[in-house]
């Protein structure tokens, strides 16, 4: 059974930093791309990051470059969202899916992120 079960979202102050984790299960991480999205109320969910297959590649939505990082580790079967100097503009919630197409086949339930003083 394939899941998708991400973790580590919470409120935060402008400027400040979250990691948010995917971790995977029902399949391995090897043979999948991973992406993460967000949705903020009242607007499209939109592609935040993603990394390849091999992992040697990956792409950032272009408001995100330089403060976010994604990464994986294999033996966790586990992908991070590292998210560095958070705006206001950030706040959402986070999903991570197994594909980074406009469709990936699986989604995980989502985690909210909360930028505000």
């Known amino acids: 059974q394939v899941q998708l079960v991400e973790s580590g979202g919470g409120l935060v102050q402008p400027g400040g930093s979250l990691r948010l984790s995917c971790a995977a299960s029902?399949?391995?991480?090897?043979?999948?791309?991973i992406g993460w999205f967000r949705q903020a109320p009242g607007k499209e969910r939109e592609g935040v990051s993603c990394i390849s297959i091999s992992g040697g590649s990956t792409y950032y939505l272009d408001s995100v470059k330089g403060r976010f990082t994604i990464s994986r580790d294999i033996a966790k079967n586990t992908v991070y969202l590292q998210m560095n100097n958070l705006k206001p503009e950030d706040t959402a919630v986070y999903y991570c899916?197994?594909?980074?197409?406009?469709?990936?086949?699986?989604w995980g339930q989502g985690t909210q992120v909360t930028v505000s003083s």
């Open positions: 029902g399949f391995t991480l090897h043979y999948y791309a």
């Open positions: 899916a197994r594909g980074c197409t406009r469709h990936p086949d699986y």
